[in-house]
């Protein structure tokens, strides 16, 4: 099984702040099979980057991920209000698909 | 509109069992892998189970190997998480999610449904 370790737990930053997350795979992520989901309060997950830097559909060129190996970063680059939420790591190279412990931003 | 609603969350006793349901709509259902994801109030996000489009592969997290079975009907739009033997542990907001192949990030999720286990 792959673990993923997020880090920071928490990143105090002020809005027009750089916000740069890390997930640590205990192992290789083959492929670059490493996902990025952003989880708001009482919302559904939802997806920002797909194989480690390419964003999903529609999101904002804010978010930016990359990485490889076992070392992934998102970044996002100006933080907005609607930017503070929970993000989770997820790896899908192998069963089982592991998510990181997810990075809460928040408003500093 | 591409949409996933799952049903069939409920309070229930130990040991007891639940089955839950998530219809799809506005996209080719037998054409994606599905998966079901959980979340325990407060906590993070955890795979529990994944099934292909064809129901040929089928995986399980090993906290729920033996009591939870995936399943899909095609026909139906719609995938199943049949579990038995049900624990406190279990208590979690339970996502189905979709992806374009079996290995692939989950591009749509459903709003959840809630299954509480407590006598």
């Known amino acids: 099984e792959i673990v993923l370790t997020q880090s920071p737990g928490t990143l105090s930053l002020s809005p027009g702040e750089r916000a740069t997350l890390s997930c640590r795979a205990s192992q290789s992520v083959a492929s670059n099979y490493l996902a990025w989901y952003q989880q708001k309060p009482g919302q559904t997950p939802r997806l920002l980057i797909y194989a480690a830097s390419t964003r999903a559909t529609g999101i904002t060129d804010r978010f930016s991920g990359s990485g490889s190996g076992t070392d992934f970063t998102l970044t996002i680059s100006r933080l907005e209000p609607e930017d503070f939420a929970v993000y989770y790591c997820q790896q899908y190279t192998s069963s089982p698909h592991t998510f990181g412990q997810g990075t809460k931003v928040e408003i500093k | 509109e591409v949409q996933l609603v799952e049903s069939g969350g409920g309070l229930v006793q130990p040991g007891r069992s639940l089955r839950l349901s998530c219809e799809a709509s506005g996209f080719m259902f037998d054409d994606y892998a599905m998966h079901w994801v959980r979340q325990t109030p407060g906590k993070g996000l955890a795979w529990v189970s994944s099934?292909?489009?064809?129901?040929?592969?089928?995986d399980y997290a090993d906290s729920v190997k033996g009591r939870f079975t995936i399943s899909r009907d095609n026909a139906k739009n719609s995938l199943y998480l049949q579990m038995n033997s049900l624990r406190p542990e279990d208590t979690a907001l339970y996502f189905c999610?979709?992806?374009?192949?079996?290995?692939?990030?989950?591009?749509?999720w459903g709003q959840g449904t809630t299954v509480i286990v407590s006598s």
């Open positions: 999610a979709k992806t374009t192949a079996y290995y692939s990030a989950m591009d749509v």
């Open positions: 099934i292909s489009w064809d129901s040929g592969s089928i």
